[in-house]
């Protein structure tokens, strides 16, 4: 038998217990339902430097990151929407990322809001995914409405939005299986 998928998991925000670290861990309880391994990055106690920076291209952190991403056969993005797009803790993860660790690699999006649904912050990482050479599932998950989108014990309160995120992981699982050199 094959070797299972990893699955990498990357947070839009610093703390991995807020929406986005909630989101990622739905998805990846799913993935893990369908036999695959997953790891998620934590940029609360690993922060990356931003690209640029004094120092940041000998940056241990940066270093594992990618190791990481190149270890992994897929990925999942989670990111709040700020001003209409992907937070700057996203957008500078796939900073660090060029097509050697993700080419020909299935991502997953995901997204949260304040406000009403918007496509935005996943049409943008979308876009970021294909110029590092990913392919991007079809199937994707926005949040709106965080505050309240949670009960009391983590589950997604919408059943409409659970049934998304079961999707999204069926689709990773299939896809990365089948793509999977
Ligand atoms: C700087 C900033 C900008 C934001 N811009 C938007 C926005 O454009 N649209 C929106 O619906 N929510 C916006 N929000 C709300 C965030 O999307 C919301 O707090 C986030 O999805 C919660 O996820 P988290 O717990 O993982 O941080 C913004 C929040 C911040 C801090």
Same mark, same amino acid.
Request: charged share 20%; hydrophobic share 35%.
């Given at each position: 038998m094959s070797e299972p998928i990893l699955i990498m998991g990357i947070c839009g925000t610093y703390d991995l217990d807020s929406a986005n670290g909630r989101m990622l861990e739905l998805l990846l309880d799913e993935c893990r339902k369908l036999g695959a391994e997953t790891v998620v990055w934590d940029h609360g106690a690993k922060p990356l430097p931003l690209?640029?920076?004094?120092?940041?291209?000998?940056?241990?952190?940066v270093k594992e990151f990618q190791q990481l991403a190149t270890s992994s056969d897929a990925f999942v993005l989670s990111s709040p929407e700020y001003h209409g797009t992907m937070s700057g803790v996203m957008k500078n993860s796939l900073d660090w990322l060029y097509s050697k660790h993700t080419k020909g690699k299935v991502f997953g999006l995901m997204s949260t809001l304040?406000?009403?649904?918007?496509?935005?912050?996943?049409?943008?990482?979308?876009?970021?995914?294909?110029?590092?050479?990913?392919?991007?599932?079809?199937?994707?998950?926005?949040?709106?409405?965080?505050?309240?989108?949670?009960?009391?014990?983590? %589950?997604? +309160? !919408?059943? *409409?939005?659970?049934? #998304?995120?079961?999707?999204?992981?069926? %689709?990773? +699982? !299939?896809? *990365?299986?089948?793509? #999977?050199?």
């Open positions: 690209v640029g920076a004094d120092g940041s291209w000998d940056d241990e952190n304040g406000g009403q649904s918007s496509n935005n912050t996943l049409n943008h990482m979308r876009i970021a995914a294909r110029w590092i050479y990913g392919w991007v599932a079809p199937e994707q998950v926005a949040v709106p409405h965080i505050k309240e989108a949670f009960n009391e014990d983590g %589950s997604l +309160v !919408s059943d *409409t939005i659970m049934e #998304r995120v079961t999707s999204l992981a069926s %689709s990773m +699982v !299939s896809n *990365t299986t089948k793509l #999977r050199r």
